[in-house]
T-cell receptor, first 112, second 115 residues
Framework: GESVGLHLPTLSVQEGDNSIINCAYSNSASDYFIWYKQESGKGPQFIIDIRSNMDKRQGQRVTVLLNKTVKHLSLQIAATQPGDSAVYFCAENTGTASKLTFGTGTRLQVTL | EAGVVQSPRYKIIEKKQPVAFWCNPISGHNTLYWYRQNLGQGPELLIRYENEEAVDDSQLPKDRFSAERLKGVDSTLKIQPAELGDSAVYLC?????????????FGPGTRLTVL
């Protein structure tokens, strides 16, 4: 994935609003995608995944949308809560290699 | 169910010293990964094990880094000697499948500071 060093893109939303975090992936052959949430001082936490034969998948308060035509992935968080504040990473897997490539993270800040 | 366990959580060493990190994956997970995460960036794969075999170590700097997973469960990642540029968070992850795509579950990481 591309690196932006210390200057992560930041999304600021008010508590209760919906959040949409976007990710552009690089490999058209990628067939599996994961969204991770990483809080300060912790490892990445699995949120939701989607395979390339789907274009939408829903979890609890989260929805992932996949647009293979433009190689775009998004994570929607409904009714954003302060506990959702973290850095969010998308990751893509290509073929059977079980090798994840992480995208640029997005910092989500939830304001009260 | 216990998650991926890593130790130590923090390590501060002087350059040229050796350091080792330990990982215990989720029970039953055959595939184990070591990643390095620099500040503000996503994790980057260093090595992947399927059971006790290192099946992808192409990104591991082999002049100073080594890893082992002798019994196909716990794993150790070693750096000798450490350099200033090795300061990072070292993450261990595991997944249940040995082939195909499946979710990887991460431990809390070891934050290494090389002075």
């Amino acid at each position: 994935g591309e690196s932006v060093g210390l200057h992560l893109p930041t999304l600021s939303v008010q508590e209760g609003d919906n959040s949409i975090i976007n990710c552009a992936y690089s490999n058209s052959a990628s067939d599996y995608f994961i969204w991770y949430k990483q809080e300060s001082g912790k490892g990445p936490q699995f949120i939701i995944d989607i395979r390339s034969n789907m274009d939408k998948r829903q979890g609890q308060r989260v929805t992932v949308l996949l647009n293979k035509t433009v190689k775009h992935l998004s994570l929607q968080i409904a009714a954003t809560q302060p506990g959702d504040s973290a850095v969010y990473f998308c990751a893509e897997n290509t073929g059977t290699a079980s090798k994840l490539t992480f995208g640029t993270g997005t910092r989500l800040q939830v304001t009260l | 169910e216990a998650g991926v366990v890593q130790s130590p959580r923090y390590k501060i060493i002087e350059k040229k010293q050796p350091v080792a990190f330990w990982c215990n994956p989720i029970s039953g997970h055959n595939t184990l990964y070591w990643y390095r995460q620099n500040l503000g960036q996503g994790p980057e794969l260093l090595i992947r094990y399927e059971n006790e075999e290192a099946v992808d170590d192409s990104q591991l700097p082999k002049d100073r880094f080594s890893a082992e997973r002798l019994k196909g469960v716990d794993s150790t990642l070693k750096i000798q000697p450490a350099e200033l540029g090795d300061s990072a968070v070292y993450l261990c992850a595991s997944s249940p499948r040995t082939s195909g795509s499946s979710a990887q579950f991460f431990g809390p990481g070891t934050r290494l500071t090389v002075l």
